[in-house]
């Protein structure tokens, strides 16, 4: 199971975009990135999810470069209701993989 | 589509009594699930994985015999704390593989376990 580093704590505007970035170095051929955000006393829930290059849905971009050691979720435009632990998460979905959590990215949206 | 739901959402309980909490996939059907329990400010714990028809894989340290997994069925898993005490407070989340078009894990919303 590749590892994941994330920023403990991101703070952000209203109206901005927001990028979080992930590290996994030790990313496995058949592994995707799959981020998910959590609210307090909520199950997480699932963001976007690619293998390469980049993937676009109504709610997020998430860029990867070639050698996939990384990755970054885009959020466009954030509001308040961004507010919200989002995790990044790497494995082979496959296989049997087991998610493990990292800590996850705090981001808080100011007014 | 890909909804997992739980049930109870919230559940209060003496010391010394067992609790067992649902987890369904909706609308489609699940040959893992998994389950996990997330404290105050920290991420979410893997405590085992639960597979249809078959006994379940614990993570270290977590106590088989107090916390009785089973996969009856293809939409349905149920965690069941065992002579529950207050140290087994805690929020527990529980998660279903869709190997559909897009392979992955969608999360219930959570049991928020309380004992007294």
């Known amino acids: 199971l590749a590892k994941t580093t994330q920023p403990i704590s991101m703070d952000s505007y209203e109206g901005q975009e927001v990028n979080i970035t992930c590290s996994h170095n030790?990313?496995?051929?058949?592994?995707?990135i799959t981020w998910y955000q959590q609210f307090p006393s909520q199950g997480p829930r699932f963001i976007i999810q690619g293998y390469k290059t980049k993937v676009t849905n109504e709610v997020a971009s998430l860029f990867i470069p070639a050698d996939r050691k990384s990755s970054t979720l885009s959020l466009p435009r954030v509001s308040l209701s961004d507010t919200a632990v989002y995790y990044c998460l790497v494995g082979d979905i496959q296989g049997d993989d087991k998610i493990i959590f990292g800590k996850g990215t705090r981001l808080h949206i100011l007014p | 589509g890909a909804v997992v739901s739980q049930h109870p959402s919230r559940v209060i309980c003496k010391s010394g009594t067992s609790v067992k909490i649902e987890c369904r996939s909706l609308?489609?059907?699940?040959?893992?699930m998994f389950w996990y329990r997330q404290f105050p400010k920290k991420s979410l714990m893997l405590m085992a994985t639960?597979?249809?028809?078959?006994?379940?894989?614990?993570e270290q340290g977590v106590e088989k015999d107090k916390f009785l997994i089973n996969h009856a069925s293809l939409t349905l898993s149920t965690l069941t704390v065992t002579s529950a005490h207050p140290e087994d407070s805690s929020f527990y989340i529980c998660?279903?593989?869709?190997?559909?078009?897009?392979?992955?894990?969608?999360f219930g919303p959570g049991t928020r376990l309380t004992v007294l």
């Open positions: 030790n990313i496995a051929t058949n592994d995707y």
């Open positions: 998660s279903a593989r869709d190997q559909g078009v897009a392979d992955t894990q969608y």
């Open positions: 609308d489609f059907q699940a040959t893992t």
């Open positions: 639960s597979n249809e028809g078959s006994k379940a894989t614990y």
